[in-house]
């Protein structure tokens, strides 16, 4: 349920009257980075993307080599069971089972989910360089050092990034929560069915803001990146209605992109099994789950990416020149325990 403190996309908590509203604005900004560009338009973001490609291929062998590896590890615990099933014991076969997945996930979250949250870090590391000062950096320096540079000297350790990830995703849902989505964008009765696909496709949307606060505290380079994403996150508040909006187009547009994509790798993977002897009968399965996988990889290494960069500008754009609103801390303070006892460390 909306909580009715809260006006959708104003700067300012309903609570606070309108006459003592004033105060709780700021005369300057908290930052002062450059901005280079402005333009969120498609068009745009893939130059963007094409001048960030070294990155975006990185992004891209790293998925092929984790799909890879999950797909080998998966076919030997799925096929050991299986031998070990028939021809040794039940019980043997699914203890071998168990412990491969066990292993496997233990493997992922430690390891590869590291990984590849660092690659992505790292992106947005260089996808900021080039928004606010429109360039990469050092021609000596390669994007993945540099990216990977900047996201560990800003945060000491990289393990941080996943207590960052997480601080900013769990009070930006709990925010979610509060807002009347809805009623400010479809003021018309009798939409339930749509308001609450809207609403999900807007909660969906938070898997990019994260990114976004990720940014602007390595574009703001204060020294202290948990205090400029606690600013971060109330300049998304101040400007929730606005980049919401932007959020629910650019979800859904992903989603039109990726099924476009889906289907044209299974119509050419389809083909290739319906070629005469092209291919065993047994394996039509193994290619369509290729094909599904490669789908997923290129989705995730470039679809994606294109997407938060559109996400990234808008942010920037809107709070260029805005002062920030601290009513919409002591909100935050009241909204997330988190919030409160980061701000007070």
């Known amino acids: 349920m909306s909580d009715p403190?809260?006006?959708f996309g104003s700067s300012t908590p309903r609570s606070v009257p309108p006459q003592s509203a004033s105060w709780a604005r700021s005369t300057d900004r908290p930052h002062a980075?450059?901005?280079m560009v402005r333009d969120h338009g498609l068009a745009t973001c893939w130059l963007l993307m094409m001048r960030s490609l070294p990155y975006a291929?990185?992004?891209?062998?790293?998925l092929l080599?984790?799909?890879l590896l999950c797909t080998v590890w998966l076919v030997i615990a799925v096929g050991g069971a299986a031998w070990i099933g028939i021809h040794v014991s039940t019980i043997f076969g699914v203890a071998w089972l168990v412990s491969w997945l066990a292993a496997g996930?233990?493997?992922?979250?430690?390891?590869?989910?590291?990984?590849?949250h660092l690659v992505a870090c790292g992106h947005v590391a260089v996808l900021t360089r080039l928004i606010t000062e429109g360039t990469t950096g050092d021609p000596n320096e390669s994007q993945f050092s540099y990216g990977r540079r900047i996201v560990v000297s800003r945060f000491g350790e990289v393990t941080l990034l996943f207590g960052f990830s997480a601080f900013v995703r769990g009070i930006l849902n709990t925010f979610h929560g509060t807002l009347d989505t809805v009623s400010g964008m479809l003021p018309i009765p009798g939409l339930s069915a749509i308001a609450s696909l809207i609403d999900m496709t807007a909660k969906a949307a938070t898997r990019y803001l994260d990114k976004v606060i990720l940014s602007y505290t390595l574009a703001r380079n204060d020294g202290d990146p948990w205090h400029s994403a606690q600013d971060g996150m109330i300049y998304y508040c101040q400007n929730a209605k606005a980049i919401l909006k932007t959020s629910i187009w650019i979800v859904i547009m992903e989603r039109v992109v990726s099924l476009l994509l889906f289907l044209l790798l299974f119509v050419v993977a389809g083909a290739t099994v319906a070629l005469p002897a092209a291919v065993p009968e047994m394996e039509a399965g193994v290619t369509l789950?290729?094909?599904?996988?490669?789908a997923t990889v290129i989705r995730a290494a470039f679809i994606k990416p294109l997407f938060l960069i559109s996400m990234l500008v808008r942010f920037h754009t809107l709070i260029e020149d805005q002062p920030?609103?601290?009513?919409?801390?002591?909100?935050?303070?009241?909204?997330?325990p988190d919030f409160s006892r980061r701000r007070s460390q």
């Open 105 to 116: 996930g233990w493997i992922w979250g430690t390891i590869l989910r590291y990984a590849l």
């Open 5 to 7: 403190s809260l006006s």
């Open 33 to 35: 980075y450059p901005l």
């Open 289 to 294: 789950a290729a094909a599904f996988l490669l």
């Open 65 to 67: 080599a984790s799909a």
């Open 57 to 62: 291929m990185a992004r891209l062998a790293a």
């Open 324 to 336: 920030i609103n601290t009513q919409w801390s002591h909100y935050l303070d009241q909204l997330s």
